[in-house]
């Protein structure tokens, strides 16, 4: 357990619809990071909150939204769903500059959209 | 435009023989690189990292190289473990502020390590 849990684990949608991801960072952590991971892709980026503040944007979607709350848990909002959003996404925390640069992920949310 | 690559997208080694991971990177705009391992059904997990001002660090049987000139760098490991079998991902983390950088990774597609008993 890494202390990132991400819900749900899986989840499967139709196209058109709109779900939401939610992760809970590791106790103390205050930054949270969301990536995409497609077939065959690396991990993309797509947005980072620090305390409640959004702090840095990649390549997220205008369909995609997300949002970090006071208790500093995050959700990642996804609509209008389209077959190529099937992937897996992860969520990660960190302190804002941990010593070795890098950061805690959860296990995914495998998204599958039909 | 792909900032981290990693050009094998698959390594098969022996068991007890060095495993040797690659990865490039396109700029010097990065102030910190990492691996990351991932086995199936789990997120990646931190594995070593290495300051840009540095050119080896070592962790057990895990040594990273980073040649700045090349813009390269490697992933030893020594011996290789059959339980070392995963995806390992490349990161790199640009310099705060660059671009409006906030500590973001940049990570590269990933290498498929299997090793064979």
């Known amino acids: 357990d890494s202390g990132v849990t991400q819900t749900p684990k899986h989840l499967i949608t139709a196209t058109g619809q709109r779900v939401t991801l939610r992760c809970s960072p590791r106790s103390g952590d205050l930054s949270v990071y969301w990536y995409q991971q497609s077939l065959d892709q690396g991990l993309q980026f797509l947005i980072q909150y620090y305390n409640g503040e959004e702090r840095a944007k990649g390549n997220i979607l205008e369909r995609f939204s997300a949002q970090q709350f006071p208790d500093l848990h995050s959700e990642l909002n996804l609509s209008s769903l389209e077959l190529g959003d099937s992937a897996l996404y992860f969520c990660?925390?960190?302190?804002?500059?941990?010593?070795?640069?890098?950061?805690?992920f959860g296990s995914g949310t495998r998204l599958t959209v039909v | 435009d792909q900032q981290v690559k990693q050009n094998s997208p698959s390594l098969s080694v022996q068991e007890g023989r060095i495993s040797i991971l690659n990865c490039d990177y396109t700029?010097?705009?990065?102030?910190?690189f990492l691996w990351y391992k991932k086995y199936p059904a789990e997120g990646p997990t931190f594995l070593i990292s290495i300051s840009s001002i540095k050119d080896k660090n070592e962790d057990g049987r895990f040594t990273v190289f980073l040649n700045k000139s090349a813009k390269h760098l490697s992933l030893h490991i020594v011996p290789s473990q059959p339980g070392d079998s995963a995806v390992y991902f490349c990161?790199?983390?640009?310099?705060?502020?660059?671009?409006?950088?906030?500590?973001?990774?940049?990570f590269g597609k990933g290498t498929k390590l299997s090793v064979k008993p």
């Open positions: 700029n010097s705009m990065f102030d910190y």
């Open positions: 990161a790199a983390r640009p310099r705060l502020g660059f671009r409006g950088s906030q500590g973001n990774l940049i």
């Open positions: 990660a925390s960190s302190a804002l500059q941990g010593e070795n640069g890098g950061y805690t």
